[in-house]
Each structure stands twice: as structure tokens, then as C-alpha cells.
């Protein structure tokens, strides 16, 4: 049987697929967002994006949430959405930080 190859780099921690650490509903677009988010924090503490990622790491998941609820011509549609999408957003910006 053939062996893998080596690891070429070791993490310092595992991965950290959190979710939210707050109450919240699991809808499709924020396990999507959340997703890409714990994504740029784990490299971030890895060390492979600098602690200045944050800022673009809480917009992208404001923004990939937003995203599913614009309708194709572009146009955002104000629901109970859009305000979950902004009170996320500055949850992760105002606590984010001790995650990191």
C-alpha cells in the first residue's frame, strides 16, 4: 500500500470551525458566511495572514450574507435579514478580536 506524502507544514493549532459562539439561527447564508469567515481568522492566528485581515475578514462576512438576499438586479431588499447581516457584523468586530 503507497504511503501519503509528508506534510509540507504543520498548524499550530487545529482548525476552529466554530460556527457562531453566540445564540443564533443556522440559515444557509450564515453557515456560509461564518464559514469563510473562521476561515480568515484561522490564518490569521496561524500566522499566514497579518492581524490586519480582521477588518476584511468581518466585512466579507457581512457582505457574503447580505449577497443572498439582493435580488438580480443588484437592489438590497431591507428584511429582518439585513438587520442580522449589520448586528453580526459588529458583534464580530466589537469581540472578534479575543478570538485571536
Known amino acids: 500500500m503507497a504511503q501519503a506524502a509528508p506534510r509540507t507544514h504543520a498548524r499550530k493549532r487545529p482548525h476552529a470551525r466554530t460556527h457562531a459562539s453566540g445564540p443564533t439561527i443556522?440559515?444557509?447564508?450564515?453557515?456560509?458566511?461564518?464559514?469563510?469567515?473562521?476561515?480568515?481568522?484561522?490564518?490569521?492566528?496561524?500566522?499566514?495572514?497579518?492581524?490586519?485581515?480582521?477588518?476584511?475578514?468581518?466585512?466579507?462576512?457581512r457582505d457574503i450574507m447580505l449577497s443572498f438576499i439582493k435580488k438580480d438586479d443588484g437592489r438590497l431588499?431591507?428584511?429582518?435579514?439585513?438587520?442580522?447581516?449589520?448586528?453580526?457584523?459588529?458583534?464580530?468586530?466589537?469581540f472578534g478580536r479575543f478570538s485571536l
Open 26 to 61: 443556522d440559515t444557509k447564508d450564515f453557515i456560509f458566511a461564518s464559514l469563510v469567515h473562521d476561515v480568515y481568522y484561522q490564518l490569521i492566528r496561524d500566522g499566514y495572514f497579518p492581524a490586519s485581515y480582521k477588518l476584511d475578514a468581518d466585512n466579507a462576512l
Open 77 to 94: 431588499v431591507k428584511t429582518w435579514k439585513t438587520f442580522r447581516a449589520n448586528y453580526i457584523y459588529f458583534a464580530v468586530k466589537i
